[in-house]
């Protein structure tokens, strides 16, 4: 595991580690926001033409969703996926109410070229 992982959880398992808001800074959020876009660019390049890309991350903050970050030569798949997830954006969000289970948000995106 990643040391910004034990540092930082995904906040939307603050459900089941209600310790973690007394852990997390506000600059914890950008700075994650940072890495996760910096992650998502570096492998967009290795999507092979067609191919999908599927970005999810445990949170419900719209700063770290990546949603307004689509890969260049990349298109959003927006067909629903299997659950209780909610439109959110171009991609879906499932909320801890909705099924009892963490926060969370998925993006996905075919290769255009």
Same mark, same amino acid.
């Given at each position: 595991?990643?040391?910004?992982?034990?540092?930082?959880?995904?906040?939307?398992?603050?459900?089941?580690?209600?310790?973690?808001?007394?852990?997390? #800074?506000?600059?914890?959020?950008?700075?994650?926001?940072?890495? #996760?876009?910096?992650?998502?660019?570096?492998?967009?390049?290795?999507?092979?033409?067609?191919?999908?890309?599927?970005?999810?991350?445990?949170?419900?903050?719209?700063?770290?969703?990546?949603?307004?970050?689509?890969?260049?030569?990349?298109?959003?798949?927006?067909?629903?996926?299997?659950?209780?997830?909610?439109?959110?954006?171009?991609?879906?969000?499932?909320?801890? #109410?909705?099924?009892?289970?963490?926060?969370?948000?998925?993006?996905?995106?075919?290769?255009?070229?």
């Amino acid at each position: 595991m990643c040391w910004w992982m034990r540092r930082v959880p995904g906040l939307g398992t603050l459900r089941r580690r209600p310790d973690a808001r007394w852990r997390v #800074q506000p600059s914890s959020v950008g700075e994650l926001a940072a890495l #996760q876009q910096r992650i998502v660019d570096d492998v967009a390049d290795l999507v092979a033409p067609g191919g999908t890309l599927t970005y999810s991350v445990c949170t419900l903050l719209a700063e770290e969703s990546a949603e307004h970050r689509v890969p260049d030569g990349s298109t959003p798949i927006t067909d629903r996926p299997a659950g209780t997830w909610r439109p959110f954006g171009t991609g879906w969000r499932v909320l801890p #109410q909705d099924a009892g289970t963490d926060g969370m948000i998925l993006f996905r995106w075919r290769r255009t070229g």
